[in-house]
């Protein structure tokens, strides 16, 4: 079965560090593009990050230059590093696997959820 | 940055038809992929490539892409087909690549 497993979740003060993982199974990360979509407390989806299958990434606007994506193949693991975190950054952090370059995201998890907060 | 503006909320009746709409610049030369999420869950792809159907999903939804607006057509509508739907595209037009989520709008069945 195809699935996504996120984890790493909690309470971080601002100013703290957070490292997120989204683990899979019944697919290869690597071979995928995968991103990190966030859902703030009431509001709507905001896109993170991606992770090319070749090794590019990207990042929105207001997250770039704090946080970094990135994968471990041996464990098949999505990562996200959250640096120098921020009371906006409190949110569902959801992982999604798409298929490539403007391809749907077509699995997702469940979400782990991240409060930044003193 | 681009945007993507969808009305705030629907309301339709049982069995009737809602339409979603999904507004950004020129969105039509773009791929729009539509998501479900209901309270709680995590978004569930519904549409994707404009008018593409995943399997599992049923033929009651439907899409379409157009100039200036995609849309989202839920025909027949079900109690169960309330929640939140988010239209989704990737914009390449700065330096680099970005997803772009609508909105949201919120369909209430009557």
């Known amino acids: 079965e195809v699935q996504l497993v996120e984890s790493g979740g909690g309470l971080v003060q601002p100013g703290g560090s957070l490292r997120l993982s989204c683990a899979a199974s019944?697919?290869?990360?690597?071979?995928?593009?995968m991103s990190w979509v966030r859902q703030a407390p009431g509001k709507g989806l905001e896109w993170v990050s991606v992770i090319y299958s070749g090794g590019s990434t990207y990042y929105a606007d207001s997250v770039k230059g704090r946080f970094t994506i990135s994968r471990d193949n041996s464990k098949n693991t999505l990562y996200l590093q959250m640096n120098s975190l921020r009371a906006e950054d409190t949110a569902v952090y959801y992982c999604?696997?798409?298929?490539?370059?403007?391809?749907?995201?077509?699995?997702w998890g469940k979400g782990t959820t991240v409060t930044v907060s003193s | 940055s681009y945007v993507l503006t969808q009305p705030p909320s629907v309301s339709v009746a049982p069995g009737k038809t809602a339409r979603i709409t999904c507004g950004g610049n020129n969105i039509g030369s773009k791929s729009v992929h539509w998501y479900q999420q209901k309270p709680g869950q995590a978004p569930v792809l519904v549409i994707y490539y404009d008018s593409d159907r995943p399997s599992g999903i049923p033929e009651r939804f439907s899409g379409s892409n157009s100039g200036n607006t995609a849309t989202l057509t839920i025909s027949r509508v079900e109690a169960g087909d309330e929640a939140d739907y988010y239209c989704q595209v990737w914009d390449s037009s700065s330096d680099h690549p970005r997803g772009v989520f609508g909105t949201g709008t919120k369909v209430t069945v009557l």
């Open positions: 019944g697919f290869t990360v690597s071979s995928n593009y």
């Open positions: 999604a696997r798409e298929g490539g370059v403007i391809a749907p995201m077509d699995v």
